[in-house]
Each structure stands twice: as structure tokens, then as C-alpha cells.
């Protein structure tokens, strides 16, 4: 009891101290994080296009089990941990914002020597992708994303998940996810994330408790939380407009994490995109509805070949 009041105490002197603004300028122009190994597996073979694929908040690559065996048959893939999820490394450290997220994927890209990407992001792992995407158009990354693939993406300013807002209060989120047990909070998840609870796999829940029970997890998940909307954001709303390669957006129409009027205006601000909305699907059309996003990606991919 003693070793988690002096967690909490400590929590909140960090709180209080000062924090590096969580802007493009100083995270993306002026980074200079300490280099990262992000757990990863691949499929298919290496002369095929490369589909990089990046998970939500709370998620790890294997929630792209129900997409590879049909895409490794044509394609090249390689999906990732982010940092602080899955089996990636969890640094006690405050660079969990969507920009670090993207320099160390940038990282990665570049000492693989990946190239002609398709990036397929979804959740917080979509805003990643687009803030990689920006990276492009400004020049830090050069020429390595050849297609956007956004699954109900993060992208603009909005009220937060109320399950994601309890955690950003004081004491409240530290002790809540302390406190639940690791497999009642990734029930709680699914059930928020998907539009029919009968469809949620088992095996789905038990991955993420195991996930969320792993050394450093649940200080990562706190970290990203707290650092998920940038404080810039308006710059980088407004920058969509710039982002000219090929783009699918796809969206669960009853997702309630966040509401499809923002796969709308995505749509709308990206001048390369073509938007399809899942009628009765949720916040994780990946493993609720993965037939109808394989086909949509098939499509996709075939009507936009590489350059």
C-alpha cells in the first residue's frame, strides 16, 4: 500500500512539472529520441509491395490476424508494436505523443530500408500514419509511402472516449487501472469498440489482458493518454489538405470512440481519398467486420498501383 501512495505522489510531482510542448516543432523538427527495437512480425514475400500495418491505443499487431493470410498472398507485410504496446520496449520516459510514435516508426521504415509503402493505421496508429504521411510531404521522409489505408483514425480534436477520459483524471485513472483486473479492462474495451458484443473474440480480450498485465504497460497507457491530443492539433488539421497520395478511409459507422462524421471531413480535407462506412460496425472493423475490409482493400490497392 506504502510503494502505491508513493507511485501516486510521484505521478502527481511529474504532473506538476514542466512538460515539452507536444507540437510538430518540438517533437518532429527538434526530436532526438534514443533509439527503439518495435517488436514486429512479417508475411509474404519481401519482392512483393510492403504493407506496414500500425495498431490502436491499447492494441498490438495482433489484431491484424484476421487480415494476413489473405494479404500475405500478394503482398509483402510487416506489422508493428508501438511503442509501449505489445511487446515493444516501455520506457518510463513522457515521448508517447502521436509525433514520437511516428519518429520511431520513421526509424524503423528507414533501417529496414522499406520502400513504396502502403500504411495502414487505424485509431491512434491512423494519426500516426498521417502525421508520417506529413513527414513526406515536408521532406524529413523521402518518398517511402506510396498509399494511405485510415481505419477509424484519429485525426482531429474531439472530446476524448469517456474509458480514455477517466484515466487522464488525477489519482482517479491511475488507481482505476491499477486496481481492475487486466482481463475485466479489456472486456470493458471490446465491448465499447465493437457495435455486436457476440462477435468479440475470446482470444482478443485474453491477448489484451496479457498485454495490458506485461511490466511498464500500464504507465505506457497512461503516458499516450495523456499525451494523445497534440497541442498543435489545429496545424496539423489544417495540413490534411496537403497530403496528395492515395488514401482509403474506412469506418465503422456505430463507432462511438470516434463518431464517422469524422471519416467525413477526412475525406473531405485529404483531395486523394476515397471513404467507405461500414453500416453495424464499430470502432474495430479489423477484427468485427475483416471480409468487408479485405475487400475494400483489394479494391483499393488494385485501382491505385504504385509509382
Known sequence: MLRVLLIILSLLFVGCAVKKPITWEKRVVESNLTHLDLAFSEYGKEHNETMLF????????????????????????????????????????DDYSVYDQAEIVKEFIE???????????????????????????????RDKLDRLILINSMS???????????????????????LMGDKTIAKEAYNFAFCNDELIPLSSVDHSAKMLSMPSAKYAYLKTVNNIVPDDIEFIEKSYKDIKIPTLILWGKKDVS?????????????????????????????EEAPRRV????????????PH
Open 54 to 93: 500500425i495498431h490502436g491505443f491499447g492494441e498490438s499487431r495482433y489484431t491484424w490476424r484476421f487480415l494476413v493470410n489473405d494479404l500475405s498472398k500478394k503482398y509483402h507485410l510487416v506489422t508493428i508494436d508501438l511503442k509501449g504496446f505489445g511487446e515493444s520496449p516501455k520506457p518510463e520516459d
Open 111 to 141: 533501417k529496414r530500408n522499406l520502400k513504396h509503402l502502403t500504411v495502414v493505421g487505424r485509431s491512434f496508429g491512423g494519426g500516426v500514419s498521417l502525421v508520417l504521411a506529413l513527414m513526406q510531404e515536408q521532406g524529413i521522409i
Open 156 to 178: 482531429y480534436s474531439q472530446k476524448l472516449p469517456s474509458m480514455m477520459r477517466v484515466l487522464t483524471y488525477p489519482i482517479i485513472g491511475f488507481l482505476g487501472i491499477h
Open 258 to 286: 470516434i463518431p464517422y462524421k469524422f471519416g467525413k471531413r477526412l475525406h473531405k480535407d485529404l483531395p486523394n481519398s476515397h471513404l467507405k462506412i461500414f453500416e453495424k460496425v464499430g470502432h474495430m472493423p479489423q
Open 294 to 305: 479485405l475487400k475494400e482493400i483489394h479494391k483499393f490497392m488494385g485501382e491505385n498501383p
